[in-house]
């Protein structure tokens, strides 16, 4: 598998490297893959005073080291979410400047708790407003894969640095897709979390009105579910708290969805991908059944208007607040921002109301069965300026989007938990990703069902783990 964040944390805890020599490692890939894009700002002063901080740790207090699980282990945030103090966030926009930094937000803080050093800012484009990450600004992050595709958005740069081995994992978000769409572009597992699964405060600055979440991209199964155990509860608002539910995975009922409608068709080694994944789950004993694509066609409609709607009016009401020159941004935010400011109150209420009446069905479906598979992508990762900011047509960009990844938006909008691996290769070797989907709290199904799936071996990782010994 070329190694994840699990076997890295293992070899620094069992010192065949320290703490500061991992980080060496990462800085010198970071400098080495500049050319991809996948780090808009890189502090290696912060990342060695992490590093010795660790390294002082496990001398002194090796307790308290061995009790961090990804104790030394170097990663990088999101220029977008957190925030983490002492990385000054521009959310991918030349609106802001690069000095400062707020405070750890209690995300960032649980960062630390578990041991991870970070030393930079991945790539995401201007307010995460797209599928891609080309900020205007630079730099554009392509996917280490096929330099001239996307590695997607909005958390594009964080995936291209997982997956070049840069770091083992990194922090990520998702508002429709943005965690899951760049680890389905660049062959990583990615999980949106279950709504209030992860905390948000102090300031719910990335709240989005409930769509979006945090967490991260990894190299493996087993590093998503510790990374999500060790980050997950205890939330503080503003949903009741999300505890995983203590679940039976013996025989599932497994809704199989292949189709995504003539308005947004998926390619058919895209669509066949998701057959085997269901055909080896049917080999264990889960009984499968077959969804229709009417079934899902308004709850998606329906969730890329209450998209639209939320992230128009969280961008206008952001202009207002910081008094920015909403001039001085891109184009497309500029259109965004419009369109927020002069959406009535009422059509926003209306979107929220079918937002609720999208989980609502969701709910319904899952009364018939213990969880959806399903596309992720519609076609390979797209080459590089396919989602292009330099318009005002706010519809056009969207479209384009939901014709990308047509089943994104649901999670966000309903507030399920969803993940995303690779399950094999196209002909380009480029990967072909599945996606599934759980009730709330059924992250343990998917992460159960996604490991069963990863021990298949059909995805192989390209590039080693930058400092991880062979």
């Not at 990804?70 to 400047?97: I, M, Q, R």
């Not at 991945?122 to 900020?135: D, I, K, R, V, Y």
């Not at 958390?155 to 840069?166: D, W």
Request: proline share 7%; charged share 20%; with cysteine.
């Amino acid at each position: 598998m070329q190694g994840d964040a699990t076997d890295l944390a293992a070899a620094i805890r069992h010192g065949s490297l320290s703490a500061a020599e991992a980080m060496q490692a990462s800085l010198a890939s970071a400098v080495l893959q500049e050319p991809l894009g996948a780090i808009a700002y890189l502090d290696a002063a912060m990342g060695f005073a992490s590093a010795e901080a660790r390294d002082s740790e496990r001398r002194s207090a090796p307790d308290r080291f061995a009790a961090r699980p990804f104790a030394g282990v170097p990663t990088l945030a999101k220029d977008l979410g957190g925030p983490f103090a002492g990385l000054p966030v521009t959310a991918g926009s030349g609106l802001f400047e690069r000095n400062g930094g707020e405070a750890d937000s209690d995300l960032a803080a649980r960062f630390r708790d578990a041991g991870f050093c970070l030393f930079g800012l991945t790539t995401s484009p201007e307010f995460g407003l797209s599928l891609a990450s080309e900020p205007a600004i630079g730099p554009i992050c392509r996917n280490p894969l096929d330099p001239a595709r996307t590695a997607g958005g909005s958390s594009g740069g964080a995936a291209a640095a997982v997956a070049a081995g840069i770091v083992a994992i990194a922090h990520a978000t998702d508002a429709g897709g943005s965690i899951r769409v760049p680890a389905a572009c660049c062959g990583l597992v990615g999980m949106k979390p279950t709504r209030g699964a992860i905390p948000g405060g102090p300031s719910f600055g990335n709240h989005l009105a409930g769509i979006a979440s945090e967490l991260a991209v990894s190299r493996s199964v087993r590093d998503t579910a510790l990374i999500f155990d060790r980050l997950s509860g205890k939330s503080r608002g503003p949903f009741p708290d999300s505890s995983p539910v203590d679940i039976d995975n013996r025989r599932l009922r497994i809704g199989l969805l292949v189709d995504t409608g003539s308005a947004y068709p998926t390619e058919d080694d895209r669509l066949a991908v998701v057959e085997d994944a269901a055909r080896a789950l049917e080999s264990d004993g889960h009984e499968i059944v077959p969804l229709a694509w009417a079934e899902f066609e308004w709850s998606v409609a329906a969730g890329g208007r209450a998209f639209a709607d939320i992230v128009s009016v969280n961008l206008a009401a952001l202009m207002k607040a910081a008094a920015l020159d909403v001039s001085r941004a891109e184009p497309l935010t500029q259109a965004f921002a419009a369109r927020g400011r002069t959406l009535p109150a009422t059509s926003l209420w209306r979107t929220l109301d079918d937002a609720v009446l999208v989980s609502h069905r969701l709910w319904a479906l899952f009364d018939r069965v213990d969880c959806i598979l399903m596309p992720m992508l519609s076609s390979a990762p797209l080459a590089i300026g396919s989602f292009p900011t330099d318009h005002a047509d706010t519809d056009l960009h969207l479209e384009r989007m939901t014709a990308f990844a047509p089943l994104a938006c649901l999670a966000n909008i309903s507030g399920f938990p969803a993940l995303t691996l690779p399950f094999g290769q196209d002909e380009h070797a480029m990967p072909l990703p599945v996606q599934i989907m759980a009730p709330m709290g059924h992250e343990p199904r998917l992460l159960s069902l996604a490991a069963r799936l990863e021990a298949e071996g059909r995805w192989q990782h390209r590039f080693p783990v930058a400092g991880l010994p062979s």
